[in-house]
Structure formats: C-alpha cells, structure tokens
C-alpha cells in the first residue's frame, strides 16, 4: 500500500505533500499528517484528521509533521494516536523516515497543474502568526533547483505551474547576488516556452519587484491573477500587525496593474476583529474590498496564538470578531458574485479539471462541457453563473 498523505492548510503544504508521497513511495503502513497551525482553528481541524485517520488504520503507523508539530509539538505528541512526530523543516529529509537518499522526491503523478515550491520560511514578525516558529527563516531553492521540479511538472503534462512558497516574494534574497522574484518567473517563461500558464500564489505586495510587475502587467503567459497577503485595510491596524505596507501601498499596486491589465482579478487574505480593531477600522476593512475590487477573498476571524505578541493586545470581543467575519464574506460575497456576471459572453481559456469543472486564467471557476478532458485547455463562452459558477 502506498503512503497515505492528508495535508492540511496552505498550497505549501499540499506540494509537500506530493513530495512525501514520491519520497516514500510504497511504504509499508504508514500514515502521515502533514499539519497546520496558522489559526486555533487550524490546530483543532489537525487533531480531529489524526482522530480519523487513526479510526480508518487503527493497525498503521501514524506520524505527524507540518506546522502544527513544532508549535504544538507537546499537545500533539500528547495523543494517544499519535505514534510520532517529524520536524517541519526536516520532513522531505530521507533519513526522517529511513529511506535511501536516492528516494528523493523527483517522479510526480500527473495533475492538472503543477505546484513548484521556491521558497520556505519567513523572516518577518507580523505580531499575529505563528508560521516563522514552524517553518523558520526564509530559505530560497536555488533556480536550477526549481527549473528541474518545474521540468519534472511538465513532463506529466501539466498546462499550468503555480509557484508557492511561505513568503513567495522574498525568494532570492539569501541567494547569491539577491535575485528577486520576478527574475525567476522571467527564467521559467525563457526556459519553458511552451509552458501556457504560469501563475503565483499568495504574494506580499511590498515586496513586488519592478520586473514581477511588469511580468504581471503584460505577459499574456503570466495569469491575470494576483492574490494579496493584504490582511487588512486600516493604517493603524497594518501597523499594530507589523505589516510593511500602508492601505495607500496597496491601492497603488493594484491600480497600478490594472491600468495595464483592465481584466486582473484581485485576491487577499483579510483578518476580521484584529486586537483594538475599533467599528471605524472595521469599517475601513470592509471598504478596502470594494475598493481594490477583491474577488478571491479569504478572510480569518482574528484567532490569538499563544506567544505571539498580539496574543497580549487588548483582545476584540469574540461576538463583534464573529459578526464582523460575517460581515467581511457578505461584502466579499457581493463583489465576487457581480464580477462573476460581468464574465458572461466574454470567450475565455479554462483548465479543465476533474469533476467538469475548471478555472479560466483570473481563476473564475467554469462548469465545462461534458466529457471534457481534465487537464486540458479549452476555449468557451460562459452564458450564465449558477450557484456561483460561470456554466460554458
């Protein structure tokens, strides 16, 4: 029986993931968690997989790894479930599970896009996140490194590469010479001519380089596609949070790209109930969706981790962080659903995906014909959205 892998939270993890399964291959009755702690939510969604899959392989070796297991290391090893743990940055290590190192991960199945990992870590101390504890400082693959996992992506077929990573745009910055990101997009693009879509996960808009923006702005093989770690939309919030750019920042960043690419389409994280966070900053969280036009929105009601210095901020009231989450998907819900109409009648390219659906180049979801091959790339012309999808 091959390795079973369940992956928890960002698409980080997910390509890890893959990593392991190629990295194990046929291992004998083990069971791996790879986890997340971003929120108390996140943690609680962990143990509760562990739970399950413990009850569905009672006879298995279960371990787990991921975020969650360095920052709740002691909770997690605490349960009678768990059989052990491997640290976050060593768990694509072959000696973590006894395996030759010529196991290394390099053959992948064949998905309908390829999601390439360039980066891990942070260096940055938002007053908020957990994540630098369990990932550690920023650490950049090397790009013969990604060119050859982007090269292996390709070879199953895939149409579109997703390049991932903890702080996606301070890739380059431990590398010799600084490269910055936008330089390795420009090589993926040179080196792979016939790769259709290249497309980036979540970024951090102050760290957008010149050449990225003009990539973004202008190269048609680049996805209109541009999702904001952007957290919230008050300067004063911004600045308790430790975050390095202003409401103005990111204002002008997306004004700037649409100017030149009219049909982008924005996404970003948002916190609800922040600590301090007063009606007049929630009302400037609310605006800031309409005004960048968000239309992939996630959005996280504000939970406190343990030794995080916001833990020890004067906490929002858990009811008004509730009713102002609501708030934010209602706001979100409302821009996305109008933004979804205006694409009726337009002619659009959609990776086709299992299930009959897929998603065109702004990542707007599209029920396809059916039949459709998954992994394909198809040209239709949605004529209506039903239960908010765009149907071809």
């Known amino acids: 029986m091959t390795v079973e892998v369940h992956s928890l939270g960002c698409r980080l993890n997910l390509s890890e993931s893959e990593d392991l399964r190629a990295l194990l291959g046929e291992a004998d009755d083990l069971v791996i968690v790879n986890s997340c702690a971003v929120t108390s939510e996140a943690v609680r969604q962990t143990r509760q997989t562990i739970r399950r899959a413990r009850k569905a392989r009672p006879e298995a070796r279960l371990i787990v790894t991921g975020c969650a297991a360095e920052v709740e290391r002691a909770m997690l090893g605490a349960m009678p479930e768990v059989d052990g743990l491997v640290p976050n940055t060593a768990k694509l290590d072959p000696r973590s599970w006894n395996v030759p190192a010529v196991r290394a991960p390099r053959e992948r199945r064949a998905y309908t896009r390829g999601f390439v990992q360039v980066q891990n ?85 102050a760290e957008v380089d010149e050449t990225l923006f003009e990539l973004l702005a202008g190269e048609a093989r680049m996805m209109p596609h541009v999702h904001l770690s952007l957290q919230h939309g008050h300067d004063l919030i ?67 981790r343990p030794g995080t210095p916001a833990a020890r901020m004067p906490q ?77």
């Open 316 to 392: 929002t009231d858990p009811a008004a962080v509730k009713a102002r989450a609501a708030q934010l998907r209602e706001k979100l819900a409302s821009v996305r659903e109008r933004w979804l109409a205006a694409q009726r009648n337009k002619p659009l390219w959609v990776l086709a995906e299992k299930g009959g659906t897929g998603h065109a180049e702004t990542f707007a979801p599209v029920r396809l014909p059916e039949g459709t091959r998954p992994g394909a790339l198809i040209r239709v012309t949605p004529a209506r959205v039903v239960e908010g999808i765009l149907e071809a």
């Open 121 to 205: 870590g942070c260096d940055h101390a938002c007053t908020f996140c957990v994540i630098p504890q369990g990932r550690g400082p920023s650490r950049s693959r090397s790009l013969p490194d990604v060119l050859q996992d982007a090269a292996v992506h390709l070879d199953t077929g895939v149409n579109e590469i997703v390049l991932t990573g903890v702080d996606l745009t301070s890739w380059g910055a431990d590398l010799p010479g600084g490269p910055r990101l936008g330089s390795l997009c420009e090589a993926i693009l040179a080196r792979f001519p016939a790769l259709p879509r290249l497309r980036l996960s979540s970024i951090d808009g």
């Open 238 to 304: 911004l600045k308790r949070m430790k975050r390095r750019h202003s409401r103005a920042d990111a204002v002008s960043l997306v004004e700037g790209l649409r100017a030149r690419r009219p049909d982008v389409a924005i996404g970003a994280d948002l916190i609800a109930g922040f600590p301090t966070e007063d009606e007049a900053a929630h009302a400037a969280n609310l605006s800031i969706i309409g005004e960048l036009q968000i239309v992939h929105g996630h959005v996280f009601p504000f939970s406190a």
